[in-house]
């Protein structure tokens, strides 16, 4: 079992938290006086390659790794801009820090700004939270009134501007070099790389780009230490982590885990999600948001050689796509057994042929090739060759992109397929069944 630690949440529901003055007198800011006072940026650069947290938005890269890369030319101004687009479905962790302690992600800007060498630093929020983005807005302008922010921040000599810019309302500004163009005022479109941003990023300059959850957790690594963090989790899932979880479980929720808890007992226990609603019983999961491959029950909670499944990197992955899966973004979603697949992967890929930005032909005529595809099976009118043909067009997708937004189209339609054919087999060889309101089809047997 693992401990209990909250490293993000643990003030979470202190009363007024959200304000300077309450989450000050909690010990909030002590890790920027620490990291401005009394040490240097390289101190914390190592301090966070320490710790080996890696990155929380969904690639996992080793955050002081991509910290280290940051150039360094003189003359040069460089940029910190955090990733607080969150629009992956079934992912809502990072909406739950920004709304309720604010001050948390921006003493984390201030530490890693001073770090990287940043004066200029910019949290690009989701366009449609504009209640988050003033709430983020009011607690810089506390910080600011406390010196924590602008000229001269603690008498160090050090300068901060932090600036807080509504998304452009697609998922695509999720990905980092669509929302520098976002940011620079463009259309969000995914940039060809090389160069990357810790070259070539905001306006040309040397960037880091970090989600909302790995900046805020810089503030407890350098009070703590990088050791003492890498003390918690598993391997090199080292740390906590925040899964929102939704579907069909008892208590769906944001939720700060030690990384190598059993997935088992994530679901099922009640400190968590006190398991399926009443009645039913677990079907399948998608771990790590939309974009993961889908497992079924049996395979996320055990590996094919049989180990239990824990919520780690390492673990949902082992098997690779045949057997396991990704800790992604942390959005879990459950489905009982009255989830039709089918209907759910139609669903996704809905979405994905929306959000494609339509620079590449594969992902541009591909999402819809695969959505119009399974609209057919889902509706009755599919025909058997149309699995294969799902199967074809999602592997000429994968990898011949210049985002990893065609993976995250390809990835949901190849995994359902691959464990639950069966089903897609059944809307194809009983349309007006399968077309009848509430039918599933579940362990060769019709659930309506």
């Given at each position: 079992?693992?401990?209990?630690?909250?490293?993000?949440?643990?003030?979470?529901?202190?009363?007024?938290?959200?304000?300077?003055?309450?989450?000050?007198?909690?010990?909030?800011?002590?890790?920027?006086?620490?990291?401005?006072?009394?040490?240097?940026?390289?101190?914390?650069?190592?301090?966070?390659?320490?710790?080996?947290?890696?990155?929380?938005?969904?690639?996992?890269?080793?955050?002081?790794?991509?910290?280290?890369?940051?150039?360094?030319?003189?003359?040069?101004?460089?940029?910190?801009?955090?990733?607080?687009?969150?629009?992956?479905?079934?992912?809502?962790?990072?909406?739950?820090?920004?709304?309720?302690?604010?001050?948390?992600?921006?003493?984390?800007?201030?530490?890693?700004?001073?770090?990287?060498?940043?004066?200029?630093?910019?949290?690009?929020?989701?366009?449609?939270?504009?209640?988050?983005?003033?709430?983020?807005?009011?607690?810089?302008?506390?910080?600011?009134?406390?010196?924590?922010?602008?000229?001269?921040?603690?008498?160090?000599?050090?300068?901060?501007?932090?600036?807080?810019?509504?998304?452009?309302?697609?998922?695509?500004?999720?990905?980092?070099?669509?929302?520098?163009?976002?940011?620079?005022?463009?259309?969000?479109?995914?940039?060809?790389?090389?160069?990357?941003?810790?070259?070539?990023?905001?306006?040309?300059?040397?960037?880091?780009?970090?989600?909302?959850?790995?900046?805020?957790?810089?503030?407890?690594?350098?009070?703590?230490?990088?050791?003492?963090?890498?003390?918690?989790?598993?391997?090199?899932?080292?740390?906590?982590?925040?899964?929102?979880?939704?579907?069909?479980?008892?208590?769906?929720?944001?939720?700060?885990?030690?990384l190598g808890l059993p997935v088992e007992e994530f679901i099922y226990s009640d400190q968590y999600?006190?398991?399926?609603?009443?009645?039913?019983?677990?079907?399948?999961?998608?771990?790590?948001?939309?974009?993961?491959?889908?497992?079924?029950?049996?395979?996320?909670?055990?590996?094919?050689?049989?180990?239990?499944?824990?919520?780690?990197?390492?673990?949902?992955?082992?098997?690779?796509?045949?057997?396991?899966?990704?800790?992604?973004?942390?959005?879990?979603?459950?489905?009982?057994?009255?989830?039709?697949?089918?209907?759910?992967?139609?669903?996704?890929?809905?979405?994905?042929?929306?959000?494609?930005?339509?620079?590449?032909?594969?992902?541009?005529?591909?999402?819809?090739?695969?959505?119009?595809?399974?609209?057919?099976?889902?509706?009755?009118?599919?025909?058997?060759?149309?699995?294969?043909?799902?199967?074809?067009?999602?592997?000429?997708?994968?990898?011949?992109?210049?985002?990893?937004?065609?993976?995250?189209?390809?990835?949901?339609?190849?995994?359902?397929?691959?464990?639950?054919?069966?089903?897609?087999?059944?809307?194809?060889?009983?349309?007006?069944?399968?077309?009848?309101?509430?039918?599933?089809?579940?362990?060769?047997?019709?659930?309506?």
């Open positions: 079992m693992a401990s209990d630690i909250k490293i993000l949440t643990d003030k979470i529901n202190i009363p007024g938290i959200e304000t300077f003055e309450v989450y000050r007198k909690n010990g909030g800011y002590a890790a920027v006086e620490k990291a401005i006072k009394k040490m240097s940026p390289d101190e914390i650069v190592e301090e966070v390659k320490k710790s080996g947290i890696r990155g929380r938005g969904g690639a996992g890269f080793p955050m002081g790794m991509k910290w280290s890369f940051l150039a360094k030319p003189e003359g040069i101004p460089r940029y910190l801009v955090c990733n607080g687009d969150e629009s992956e479905p079934g992912t809502f962790k990072d909406h739950y820090l920004m709304k309720n302690i604010p001050h948390l992600l921006i003493e984390g800007m201030i530490v890693s700004s001073f770090a990287l060498g940043a004066n200029k630093s910019f949290i690009y929020v989701r366009g449609e939270l504009m209640y988050v983005i003033r709430i983020l807005e009011k607690a810089i302008e506390e910080a600011k009134n406390a010196g924590f922010l602008g000229k001269n921040i603690l008498g160090s000599g050090y300068d901060l501007e932090l600036v807080v810019q509504p998304g452009g309302g697609a998922y695509i500004c999720g990905e980092e070099t669509a929302l520098l163009e976002s940011l620079e005022g463009k259309r969000g479109n995914p940039r060809n790389k090389p160069p990357f941003p810790a070259i070539k990023g905001l306006y040309q300059s040397p960037t880091v780009v970090n989600n909302v959850e790995s900046i805020a957790t810089t503030s407890w690594i350098i009070n703590h230490g990088g050791d003492e963090y890498a003390k918690l989790g598993i391997g090199r899932s080292t740390g906590t982590k925040l899964i929102s979880a939704s579907g069909h479980v008892k208590k769906p929720g944001v939720y700060e885990i030690e999600l006190g398991g399926i609603r009443e009645g039913h019983q677990l079907k399948a999961v998608v771990a790590g948001g939309s974009s993961v491959p889908i497992l079924p029950a049996n395979l996320i909670m055990k590996t094919a050689n049989g180990e239990p499944r824990l919520m780690s990197y390492e673990s949902l992955s082992d098997g690779g796509f045949a057997t396991g899966t990704m800790l992604g973004s942390g959005g879990f979603i459950a489905m009982d057994e009255t989830t039709c697949i089918v209907r759910n992967t139609w669903n996704f890929s809905r979405f994905y042929h929306h959000e494609s930005c339509g620079q590449c032909s594969p992902c541009r005529e591909g999402t819809g090739w695969m959505e119009k595809v399974l609209h057919k099976i889902e509706h009755g009118h599919g025909k058997m060759s149309d699995i294969d043909l799902l199967v074809d067009v999602a592997k000429r997708i994968e990898g011949n992109t210049i985002c990893p937004l065609g993976d995250a189209a390809a990835w949901p339609v190849g995994s359902a397929i691959r464990h639950f054919r069966d089903e897609f087999e059944w809307h194809i060889t009983h349309p007006h069944e399968a077309t009848q309101k509430g039918a599933v089809f579940m362990n060769k047997s019709i659930l309506v």
